[in-house]
T-cell receptor, first 115, second 115 residues
Framework: AQKITQTQPGMFVQEKEAVTLDCTYD???????LFWYKQPSSGEMIFLIY??????QNATEGRYSLNFQKARKSANLVISASQLGDSAMYFC????????????FGQGTELSVKP | EPEVTQTPSHQVTQMGQEVILRCVPI?????FYWYRQILGQKVEFLVS????????KSEIFDDQFSVERPDGSNFTLKIRSTKLEDSAMYFC?????????????FGPGTRLLVL
């Protein structure tokens, strides 16, 4: 079974609009972390946002927020006021157990921002 | 801002040759990782390293692979006898424990092509 599922292979959004990228996860651990990374066409992996399983508030970092619904096991990324530079691949990842554990990645969603 | 660095950025090698990929993790981080990403696919965990030993490895990380921290700053991945299917982007990452939930910061990657 997939541990991390990203069901949207590709998404389009108009510049300045908000967009939600979906991510669902599967774990039996009580302690885990959820992460989003951005991968532009240049290839690097850029950390965007982190949500801990015990955090009650949704994480926010500038224009990025994470809509964490624990009961549904979802961790959707919301990008507000999209910019052309947001066009990239976005990966959701999960770390189970202790903080030094490995990341398990989803398949990614390719976001294209239209002017 | 501290960052993970990797060298070389690109490497072309012949099948059967040995390659060493180098990484300098962020200086106060204690956990180090290697991941790979075959073109167009998701990021896959290879190995994690803590306290001068491997803490976890994946099925991909077979006897052809090894890791080493030869001094206080470098972290290397060696592939002893490369195969065509080793062609991929290899990412080094590092993390610490703390309020950032063990966020892993990635280097820019080494793109390996095996001919």
């Amino acid at each position: 079974a997939q541990k991390i599922t990203q069901t949207q292979p590709g998404m389009f959004v108009q510049e300045k609009e908000a967009v939600t990228l979906d991510c669902t996860y599967d774990t039996s651990d009580q302690s885990y972390g959820l992460f989003w990374y951005k991968q532009p066409s240049s290839g690097e992996m850029i950390f965007l946002i982190y949500q801990g399983s015990y955090d009650e508030q949704n994480a926010t970092e500038g224009r990025y927020s994470l809509n964490f619904q624990k009961a549904r096991k979802s961790a959707n990324l919301v990008i507000s006021a999209s910019q052309l530079g947001d066009s990239a691949m976005y990966f959701c990842a999960m770390r189970e157990g202790h903080q030094g554990g490995k990341l398990i990645f989803g398949q990614g969603t390719e976001l294209s921002v239209k002017p | 801002e501290p960052e993970v660095t990797q060298t070389p950025s690109h490497q072309v090698t012949q099948m059967g040759q040995e390659v060493i990929l180098r990484c300098v993790p962020i200086s106060n981080h204690l956990y180090f990782y290697w991941y790979r990403q075959i073109l167009g696919q998701k990021v896959e965990f290879l190995v994690s390293f803590y306290n001068n030993e491997i803490s976890e490895k994946s099925e991909i990380f077979d006897d052809q692979f090894s890791v080493e921290r030869p001094d206080g700053s470098n972290f290397t991945l060696k592939i002893r006898s490369t195969k065509l299917e080793d062609s991929a982007m290899y990412f080094c990452a590092s993390s610490r424990t703390g309020q950032d939930g063990g966020t892993q910061y990635f280097g820019p990657g080494t793109r390996l092509l095996v001919l």
